[in-house]
């Protein structure tokens, strides 16, 4: 067996075509995203009951919500569509 990166036993586990097929599985990652605009929801809340912020700085907030919402959506949408 090679030392060399790219040649070792095509029935090892860093095989070229084991590697391209680990690379088209997609992780799930809306509930990360669902926390994420938990957080948001919750920092924007504290922000409207008073929370002392930079300026501009709850504008950004909304945007990035905003932001990782539609995100949510499309995977949510594209998840719902039958395969082809």
């Known amino acids: 067996m090679s030392d060399r990166l790219g040649t070792s036993d095509p029935s090892s586990s860093l095989s070229a075509s084991g590697l391209r097929r680990e690379r088209n599985v997609r992780p799930d990652i809306r509930p990360q995203l669902r926390e994420y605009l938990a957080w948001y929801e919750e920092?924007?809340?504290?922000?409207?009951?008073?929370?002392?912020?930079?300026?501009?700085?709850?504008?950004?907030?909304?945007?990035?919500?905003?932001?990782?919402?539609?995100?949510?959506?499309?995977?949510?949408?594209?998840?719902?569509?039958?395969?082809?």
Do not use: F, I, M, Y
């Open 43 to 84: 920092v924007l809340e504290r922000v409207e009951s008073g929370a002392v912020v930079a300026p501009g700085e709850q504008e950004r907030l909304k945007e990035e919500a905003s932001a990782v919402a539609h995100l949510l959506d499309l995977l949510n949408s594209s998840a719902e569509e039958p395969a082809t």
